[in-house]
């Protein structure tokens, strides 16, 4: 198996994605994370759900979680709001790694091997960019999940 045949179509945003529409696509589709592409089209980094909501919840709630269980439901329903005004790139953390990049023919191991050593649930897959002239294109994407079951199928 090489990585063009794990590709699958996959949500992406651009950097200046409204973070709401972002949020409600992760949401609508119980996607992990989303790809961010640039301007060119080329992946830009990854939006994990877990830092969606990390900027969901007020920052005194997470230095001390013992506040949650106070907050009344009126004041959680609004927790969306702190998207309000936001694009995709105000909710990438400062540390957010580069995405890993698989090439077309790298095989699922290789995969696998990116995908345990960046940590992250989801691997774009993008052909090779012309000499420096021009990002990659990207061809689909690989995710932890369907990556686990090509593999465990392959080995049963």
Do not use: K
């Not at 694009?87 to 580069?98: E, F, G, H, K």
């Amino acid at each position: 198996m090489r990585a063009l045949d794990l590709a699958v179509e996959y949500e992406t945003v651009a950097l200046d994605s409204d973070a709401i529409d972002a949020a409600r696509l992760m949401a609508g589709h119980r996607l992990p994370a989303l790809l961010v592409l640039d301007e060119h089209g080329a992946p830009a980094a990854i939006l994990p759900a877990s830092q969606m909501i990390r900027i969901l919840v007020p920052e005194y709630v997470i230095e001390d979680p013992a506040l949650a269980a106070v907050v009344d439901e009126r004041h959680a329903d609004r927790l969306c709001e702190a998207l309000r005004g936001r694009r995709v790139r105000d909710c990438l953390s400062d540390t957010a790694p580069s995405p890993a990049i698989a090439a077309p023919d790298d095989t699922a191991l290789e995969v696998a091997a990116l995908m345990a050593r960046v940590r992250s649930p989801l691997v774009a897959v993008v052909e090779e960019a012309d000499r420096g002239r021009s990002p990659g294109r990207l061809l689909g994407v690989i995710t932890a999940s369907h990556l686990l079951e090509r593999l465990l199928a392959a080995g049963s």
